[in-house]
């Protein structure tokens, strides 16, 4: 009779292990599929937007070779025409002021950073981030300082762009941008560089200990910009 119960009691748990044992693969098992689909979903949608950014740089290299030819043929309906020479010299100093040819020159890069300390070492941990309102400042005071092309992570900065918060990012001509936010600015090095006196707000952003650097650099590139520039609203007067 003891027998019988012992031999009951090993049966039961082996069944009861058995059982458990089926439970937790069951489980590992449904846990991996979620994980597969999951990893399955990225892969597919990183390489959906591959495959759209390969077609847009495509579509970028085609324009940039048409406005080359298009070059080419101004110059040629321009060559030995005073007037037309003329216009066309206008037109370049034009896209230059507008920010739709890329320049070089002289000037500075300033580069912006979150701050290094501790959040958890002051009042208010938004102190020791950059902000859409600081980036500004600093384009105001550039501008202030005869700046004559300014980029911001490569993007060129124009009449339409605009800079918005975005959470821990900025937009800037519609494109997110994070830290560190790298501002190259064409114009006279040491007006430029004036921003870092007492006073000036990158001085005031060292002082609240955000991560700033201003150099003044020899020869900076400044791209032009991609996008379009459409008024609609602002008429000429005849």
Known sequence: MNQKITTSVVLGLMCFALTLGM?????????????????????????????YKEKYDNKYKDLEKAEQE???????????????????????IANKIIG???????????TLNDSKLDINSVFDPNSLVIHDGD???????LKNAGAEAISINGQRIVPTT????????????????????VINAI??????????RPGGYVRNLKEKHLD???????????????????YKYAQNIN
Not at 31 to 42: D, F, K, M, P, R
Not at 100 to 110: A, R
Request: glycine share 8%; aromatic share 4%; with cysteine.
């Open 23 to 51: 439970f937790i693969q069951a489980k590992t098992v449904k846990g991996s599929n979620i994980v597969v689909s999951q990893n399955y979903e990225e892969n597919e949608l990183r390489a959906e937007v591959l495959k």
């Open 70 to 92: 298009l070059e080419k043929q101004r110059e040629i309906s321009t060559e030995n025409n005073e007037e037309l020479t003329k216009k066309q010299e206008e037109i370049k």
């Open 100 to 110: 739709l040819d890329e320049v070089t020159g002289p000037g500075v890069t300033i």
């Open 135 to 141: 980036i500004l400042a600093v384009i105001n005071e």
């Open 162 to 181: 605009g800079i918005i918060c975005g959470g821990n990012i900025i937009d800037i001509n519609k494109e997110k941008v994070g830290t560190p936010f």
């Open 187 to 196: 114009g006279l090095p040491e007006q430029l560089a004036g921003l870092n």
């Open 212 to 230: 700033v650097d201003l150099k003044q650099v020899n020869k900076i590139t400044i791209p032009k910009y991609t996008g379009v520039l459409t």
